[in-house]
């Protein structure tokens, strides 16, 4: 079946450093892809999504692009701020299931002052 | 516009108890999703519904949890009768099949079950 792998937290960082969350996927067919991010006490948040294959998602500085020959789509910031500190989740949905997304474990970014 | 609207936000019942859990998904949206938050299992998927049709609950821990959808507007998660193990935020999301794909969560009802 569907699933998604990406890296166990916490990942802990300085202010303005480089961000990278390793997410790989395993999935028939061509699934569209997405990063949520969830603060503290709130629900997911749908942070960027790509559908196809090559596609780049970005959004409040991060990116990530769909990459079928490794399948991974993993997430990056270039500077982080200490807002980002959050739990993010790569997930997948198949086009072809209701919507159903299958997610990861979530990563736990703190990033300190 | 609003978001996915869950009540209550926080719920503490004990042991034994009935609780049902609330949603009105985003409007016009056909899809909605019930999971479940813990620190030792994660994000699951209970059930969720296309059209106001339950589609997959394999999710459903035991016959314990039901869930229904009566119209486009509305839907609940009951657990009946509750257990300490229950215990966890519950989360409705929503989305437009039509439109790709993306879902979008309501805040979560944080049950406690003592």
């Known amino acids: 079946g569907d699933s998604v792998t990406q890296m166990e937290g916490p990942v802990t960082l300085s202010e303005e450093a480089f961000l990278t969350i390793n997410c790989t996927y395993t999935a028939t067919g061509y699934p569209s892809l997405f990063w949520y991010v969830q603060y503290p006490g709130e629900g997911l948040q749908l942070l960027l999504k790509?559908?196809?294959?090559?596609d780049k998602g970005s959004n409040k500085g991060f990116e990530a692009t769909y990459r079928k020959e490794t399948t991974s789509f993993h997430l990056e910031k270039g500077s982080v701020q200490v807002s980002d500190s959050a739990v993010y989740f790569c997930a997948l949905s198949p086009k072809a299931a209701g919507n159903k997304l299958t997610f990861g474990g979530g990563t736990r970014v703190l990033v300190k002052p | 516009d609003a978001g996915v609207i869950q009540s209550p936000r926080h719920e503490v019942t004990e042991m034994g108890q009935e609780v049902t859990l609330r949603c009105k998904p985003i409007s016009g949206h056909n899809s909605l999703f019930w999971y479940r938050q813990t620190m030792m299992r994660g994000l699951e998927l209970l059930i969720y519904f296309n059209n106001n049709v339950p589609i997959d609950d394999s999710g459903m821990p035991e016959d314990r949890f039901s869930a229904k959808m009566p119209n486009a507007s509305f839907s609940t998660l009951k657990i009946q009768p509750s257990e300490p193990r229950d215990s966890a935020v519950y989360f409705c999301?929503?989305?437009?099949?039509?439109?790709?794909?993306?879902?979008?969560f309501g805040p979560g009802t944080r049950l406690t079950v003592t």
């Open positions: 999301a929503s989305s437009l099949s039509s439109a790709g794909y993306e879902q979008y």
């Open positions: 790509a559908t196809k294959a090559d």
